[in-house]
């Protein structure tokens, strides 16, 4: 089962990602008042994701995870 060998990589990146992601979304609901406007969620999301997914953070999920 593939999901269990990339296991690392939920709680590593995709969780780092989840995080980051939730944090902007407040982030830009604090600073406006309303909800991320449709037309930057892509470009915002994308700017979260280059920073949970680092070479240095992929890594290191492999590597404290033991497999």
Known sequence: NT???L????IG???L???AWFNCCDTV???TGEPMELQNVV???WEVRQGAFKETTILA???NSGI
């Open 3 to 5: 999901t269990h060998h």
């Open 13 to 15: 990146c995709f969780g």
């Open 7 to 10: 296991q690392p990589l939920d």
């Open 29 to 31: 609901l604090g600073e």
């Open 17 to 19: 990602l989840q995080t």
């Open 61 to 63: 999920s492999w590597q």
């Open 43 to 45: 470009k915002e999301y």
